[in-house]
């Protein structure tokens, strides 16, 4: 792959990842990021590298949030069904 292709993947992996493949794609964009030679060319991706990164962040943390106000939920609905 020559480096604009490299870069028009991983700006395409940055656009239509989504919960289910973010860690695919984010693996992936990693692959392709060492391929490419030299700081220069790897700076023109790090926008959308940063932007997977933080993508997959929020997604973690949005994901533990549910499990636990789901865990609080179920919880609490134990306690009234004992009383």
Known sequence: MTPAEI????KRLYNETTR?????????????LKVLDGDEE???VAVYMDG??????????????AAQKKATAA????KQVRR
Not at 75 to 78: D, I, P
């Open 7 to 10: 870069r028009t993947e991983i």
């Open 20 to 32: 289910v493949t973010i860690e695919r794609d984010l693996a992936r964009a990693v692959t392709l």
């Open 42 to 44: 790897r700076a023109r």
């Open 52 to 65: 997977l990164s933080q993508m997959r962040s929020e997604w973690i943390i949005a994901g533990r949030r």
């Open 75 to 78: 919880h609490k609905g134990r």
